[in-house]
């Protein structure tokens, strides 16, 4: 995977990408804390793993927020995890999957992440594609913070989600192997390299 699909200006993502919010918490303490850096910073520092994942730590950019395990067979979902030891302030990533067309971030179907969306220390977040007559949002593993998603991920095809802000990440959903009940998944949880796992959503990962 070419690292540079990842080395986007977030000022146009923002501007392309269309909102798709579910359930955001009311319960966020009031603490807004970036832990990745400035968003207005042109550096980059990536790097890719032996699964495919692409991290862009940026200036000073920790990688407390990863992510964590993603869903592409039956349900469709995203879990997010912050691997740091304070709470961070989603607002200002996105998340979404990549074109057909060599997986560069699709900004049309993007997920903004609004302000106040605190995710704590060890806490995970989901985002879950929506059946098409759901009302409120639901996510599985009821997560406090849990949202919809507009794009789909594609267990034939394999894909690429892209959790882009301060601290962009990228990883390759791989094609036709994942069984049901299966998700990719980061093994140890939230700091290991992808593989085959079972599916844990707002849980943490297990083979």
Known sequence: MQ???IFLGLSFLFAGAATALGACSDGNDG???YDGGSKDSGASDAAAT???????GGAGGS???TLNEISGKGDEWVEIANIGDAPIDLHGYSLTDGDKDGGAPKTSDALVFPAQTILAPGEF???AKQPA???AVTCPGKPRLCFAITFGISNKDGDVIHLLGPTNETVAYPAATLLDGETWSRL???TGNFGRGKATPNAANSQ
């Open 125 to 127: 977040l989901v985002a």
């Open 63 to 65: 990688g407390k927020i």
């Open 133 to 135: 007559d759901a009302g």
């Open 50 to 56: 032996s699964d495919g994942t692409v991290r862009d």
């Open 3 to 5: 690292s540079s699909r």
């Open 188 to 190: 140890p949880s939230s």
């Open 31 to 33: 603490i807004s804390a």
